[in-house]
């Protein structure tokens, strides 16, 4: 076995304690003074020079390289962008074990053990640093015990069986306490203290659990059954429940992309999950799932209830196929909206998919299928089969916490009979689909459910509906939390928008230059039903045909389309959802400076607009976005003696590296200085920590981001900068330097792409003083990711609460005509740069009294919009009885 590790780079476990004395002696500046080694393993069998180590806050991989080791890599990949790990024990014929770490940013991490490592504590270890806040704990005496040594059964992998030894043969649901007891009495056991199996299912000598903390799937193979693999998956983004026994898990994670035909980009994005027909109460599945993404029930369901018949003929499938019938009743000829009040009683009686708490506020069906906008989710109900008039029904489930991005598009003229609505979701489903003949290009991929299109029959949809109650469910709100599910959203925004608004909207923005007046846009948006009540533009332009608004709450943007440019998009993106964004000024031949936003999502998630020159100032741009995107984020200084730091003397061979484009430190200080103000880019509580200059360009850390200063053209007046919040860095490594003209090297791992920068020969003090502000950062204090899911739901229960502790379920809103409610005080945002700052609100005016002349066609007791003669305001009021037609009636307003 010693050969076969040494070739194969099977790493062994080594003293941990002993390890991390030598490792503070020779590298005192890599580990945090609180943070201790748990675990520490040696590549080639114990005679390489490579170590894997798992610590109190991360994995941390410290890679020698070149002929002599001087140069020397380490990995940080903190425990907080872990989505999903698995171990692989050894088989009979297998040599080695295997560990493999799935995080954001980095992807895919995988680590070869010895048949002699314990890989079972492992993931232990790894179970409780991520699911019990290990990640910024410390070692217990416990979590040390147990695994500073391999197990006295060598290798961790023979109880893989022995647990399964309960189980039958058939895929089914089973006991989940029989397979916790199990689990709990076998020296494998992988649950960590507080965590229970609330469901359990076993497919072959596969097992399927659903426990308190994370779905845990045991895969047994080889002929002898000895090979296993465990895997935890713990980021769920939605699911797909199938009334033929189907679920379909979406989870978040990073994985090795993949440009195979016919294979998704992502493998690790979906789980299919086949259940045996009448083996499987799949609602309660699914009612499960939902309190897990959701949140869990407050209200017992549905007393009407079809539930399924617990080990009847049949089963859960028996009783699904008699639902199927009653929805088809339901459902109309033509995609249009319906009553909400109908949608949410057919769903908790004849359906029972949503929870009791749960309240439908928007629905619309189509020829067979439906939409339904509850108050925690976004449901669609495909009827499959031909015409719809199978018995297999699909439901999907997307959390508005995994929406990043959504637009409506208006129909175009001639044989464009459809509106839509886009939404944009943060998870990778990408698909590469297979050439039809060899000859022929390969195909572009398709998004799948990353990015969806709902199309809405023309005339029969008001599409500002569902673009203000979108605005209401998605957009974040104080603290960067979504609304929640227990206040429903104000009746006014389901009503229909005033005839000819937007049109009226569009005739008034198109007889503007290349700048719109804002403190006038903020009156025709409202008008228009467009913005929320307490939302404000600070910016807007206009680009030929199109639009741009910058609120305090998004980046919005109207993009006329088509030859006639009767087609219109209307798109979201909160600031919430934004990751990097970058200005670019004008250069000497370039008449337009640009705009990049990059947000959360794995379909087109990049915007670029050009803005025009002298008609724009991007700085104040830049500062109005920063202070959305990271200004709640902490400004202090990660270093702990920032004075020791100084820039080394430019001697000749870093003058000359520096021409090639390897960097040199700078004085941070001095550069913190004249950021605040030439350009004004830092914030008042934001400073430079490193800064270091590459040719005419620089790569600078701060106290809250990673800013790029690139000069492009002849002359480098065309300059953009571009910022990566510290809040998207999920892993990160440096590189010391080597021999000859090796320099070190820094590379930060975000969502989307990877930061990577080389320094001068001379400054490996830049690399430790980046590894010590990162450490401190993205370990000691990590910044969590708006609208993450919590791990620790131990408490939540399968079960509902009892009728008698049952809530009354809210009412959905009934559906009238427009009317916007007050504005509020205009906003101004917490920073100096006045460039955007808004005035504040002015007094209210005086009551006044105005005659309103009742309109043909319209019956006394209707609501009508009219015009306030002196605010300009649009009113809705009623016709009161005993006016006649065309008779004149007041109005105090």
Not at 271 to 278: E, W
Not at 635 to 660: D, E, H, I, M, R
Not at 686 to 709: L, Q
Request: proline share 6%.
């Amino acid at each position: 076995m010693g050969i076969i590790d040494y070739v194969g780079d099977n790493s062994v476990q080594i003293d941990a304690i002993e390890y991390e004395k030598k490792l503070r002696l020779n590298d005192p500046k890599l580990l945090l003074n609180d943070e201790r080694i748990i675990l520490a393993f040696k590549g080639r069998g114990g005679s390489g020079r490579d170590k894997r180590l798992l610590t109190t806050h991360r994995l941390l991989i410290r890679d020698k390289r070149g002929m002599t080791g001087k140069r020397i890599c380490y990995t940080s990949v903190p425990y907080d962008s872990i989505g999903a790990f698995s171990v692989e024990t050894a088989g009979t014929f297998d040599g080695d074990s295997e560990l493999n770490v799935h995080a954001r940013g980095i992807g895919k991490v995988s680590i070869e053990f010895s048949k002699t490592v314990d890989v079972i504590s492992i993931f232990r270890h790894l179970g409780r640093a991520l699911l019990t806040g290990g990640r910024v704990g410390h070692a217990t005496n416990a979590t040390m015990g147990g695994m500073s040594s391999p197990s006295a059964g060598g290798g961790g992998g023979g109880g893989i069986m022995g647990i399964l030894d309960v189980l039958g043969t058939d895929y089914a649901q089973i006991d989940n306490g029989a397979v916790e007891m199990r689990l709990r009495c076998d020296p494998t056991n992988v649950l960590i203290e507080d965590e229970r199996v609330e469901m359990a299912f076993k497919c072959g000598r596969d097992l399927l659990l659903f426990t308190s903390h994370r779905v845990l799937r045991i895969d047994v193979k080889g002929i002898s059954g000895k090979k296993g693999e465990l895997h935890v998956f713990f980021e769920t983004a939605g699911n797909i429940l199938d009334r033929d026994s189907e679920l379909v898990l979406f989870f978040n994670l990073p994985d090795s992309p993949n440009m195979a035909e016919g294979f998704p980009r992502n493998s690790r994005t979906r789980m299919k999950i086949d259940f045996r027909s009448g083996g499987s109460d799949i609602l309660a599945v699914q009612r499960y799932i939902s309190d897990k993404l959701l949140g869990p029930d407050t209200v017992a369901p549905s007393r009407h209830a079809r539930n399924a018949v617990p080990g009847g003929g049949g089963g859960a499938s028996s009783s699904l196929a008699s639902m199927a019938a009653g929805i088809f009743s339901f459902l109309g000829d033509d995609n249009r909206m319906v009553d909400p009040k109908q949608a949410n009683y057919q769903f908790h009686s004849e359906q029972p998919i949503l929870q009791g708490c749960e309240t439908v506020e928007l629905a619309f069906k189509g020829r067979r299928d439906m939409l339904l906008f509850t108050t925690k989710r976004v449901v669609f109900v495909d009827m499959q089969g031909f015409m719809g008039l199978g018995k297999k029904v699909s439901y999907v489930s997307l959390p508005y916490s995994t929406i990043t991005a959504f637009s409506v598009r208006s129909a175009g003229s001639w044989a464009d009979k459809d509106s839509e609505l886009n939404l944009w979701l943060d998870f990778d489903d990408v698909f590469n689909p297979p050439r039809e003949s060899e000859d022929d290009p390969p195909p572009p991929p398709i998004p799948r459910n990353s990015y969806l299109e709902i199309d809405f029959q023309k005339d029969k949809v008001d599409i500002l509906v569902v673009h203000r109650y979108l605005s209401e469910r998605v957009m974040r709100t104080d603290g960067h939390n979504m609304k929640p599910y227990t206040n429903g959203v104000p009746p006014n925004l389901l009503v229909p928008s005033p005839p000819g608004s937007m049109q009226n909207l569009l005739d008034w923005i198109g007889d503007n230059a290349s700048a719109i007046d804002p403190e006038a846009v903020n009156r025709k948006f409202h008008e228009a039903g467009i913005l929320q009540t307490d939302e404000r533009v600070a910016f807007a332009f206009k680009t030929g045909r199109d639009s741009l608004y910058l609120t305090n709450k998004r980046f919005f943007m109207i993009d006329v389309q088509g030859f006639t440019g009767k087609r219109k998009e209307y798109m979201s993106v909160p600031w919430d959802s934004v990751r990097v964004w970058s200005v670019e000024s004008a250069g000497n031949f370039d008449r337009d400076m640009e705009l990049r936003l990059w947000f959360k999502g794995a379909w087109n998630n990049k915007i670029k607009q050009d803005l025009r020159k002298g008609k724009s100032d991007i700085f104040a741009i830049q500062s109005f976005i920063s202070h959305f995107v990271i200004g709640p984020a902490d400004g202090k200084t990660a270093l702990s003696n920032a004075q020791s730091y100084v820039p080394p003397p430019s001697g000749a061979a870093t003058k000359f590296l520096g021409f090639l484009n390897d960097a040199h430190m700078k004085d941070a200080t001095e550069l913190t200085s004249t950021l605040r103000s030439s350009p004004a880019l830092l914030q008042q509580d934001e400073s430079c920590e490193a800064a270091f200059k590459c040719g005419r360009d620089m790569f600078i850390i701060s106290t809250k981001r990673i800013i790029i200063i690139d000069k492009k053209g002849i002359t480098g007046k065309s300059v953009e900068y571009t910022s990566y919040p510290l809040s998207i860095a999920r892993a990160f490594e440096i590189e010391t330097e080597g021999h000859l003209l090796n320099g070190a090297q820094v590379k930060i791992y975000a969502d989307n792409n990877a930061i990577e920068q080389e320094l001068a020969k001379g400054q490996n003090n830049g690399v430790w003083l980046m590894h010590e502000m990162l450490s401190n950062k993205v370990l000691k204090d990590p910044q969590k990711e708006i609208g993450a899911i919590a791990t620790q739901l131990a408490s939540l229960s399968v079960a509902a609460p009892k009728a008698s502790q049952s809530l009354p379920s809210p009412a959905a809103p009934s559906y009238q005509p427009y009317q916007p409610l007050p504005l509020a005080p205009e906003y101004q945002p917490h920073v100096s740069a006045s460039a955007y700052q808004l005035a504040s609100a002015p007094p209210e005016p005086e009551p006044f009294t105005f005659g309103v002349k009742r309109p043909l066609g319209v019956e006394p007791g209707n609501p009508i919009r009219v015009k306030h003669p002196k605010t300009g305001v649009m009113l809705v009021v009623t016709v009161p009885h005993g006016c006649p037609p065309g008779g004149v009636f007041n109005v105090t307003a």
